[in-house]
């Protein structure tokens, strides 16, 4: 079984910056694929970004070149750098992963983590 545990939320003014972390532990190695997810109130969850064991990454259109999706596969933790916060990133974000090949099946996600919010104001 793998465990998801994600921290760094927090609250930061528009333009700001904050670093998510999602420590796994469990079977890992069986885990190809993770990504980060959000669910601001009202909407659907949201695919953000995600990468492989090769570190190849993809990202919604909504936050590429502000984010960064990054992995240490020795510590078996992932990340999300996020620059240039606005307003609209308000929302809880969830660490996720999945065994497959293609990373950028958002349905594919199966292991999930409890979240961590991010609150963005202007």
């Known amino acids: 079984q793998v465990l998801l545990a994600e921290s760094g939320g927090g609250s930061v003014q528009a333009g700001g910056s904050l670093r998510l972390s999602c420590a796994a532990s469990g079977w890992t190695y069986t885990r190809n694929c993770m990504g980060w997810f959000r669910q601001a109130p009202g909407k659907e969850r949201e695919g953000v970004a995600a990468i492989d064991r090769a570190s190849n990454t993809v990202y919604a259109d909504s936050v590429k070149g502000r984010f960064t999706i990054s992995r240490d596969n020795a510590k078996n933790t992932l990340y999300l750098q996020m620059n240039s916060l606005k307003p609209e990133d308000t929302a809880m974000y969830y660490c996720?992963?999945?065994?497959?090949?293609?990373?950028?099946?958002?349905?594919?996600?199966?292991?999930w983590g409890q979240g961590t919010q991010v609150t963005v104001s202007s």
């Open positions: 996720a992963a999945h065994s497959r090949w293609n990373c950028g099946t958002w349905t594919d996600y199966n292991t």
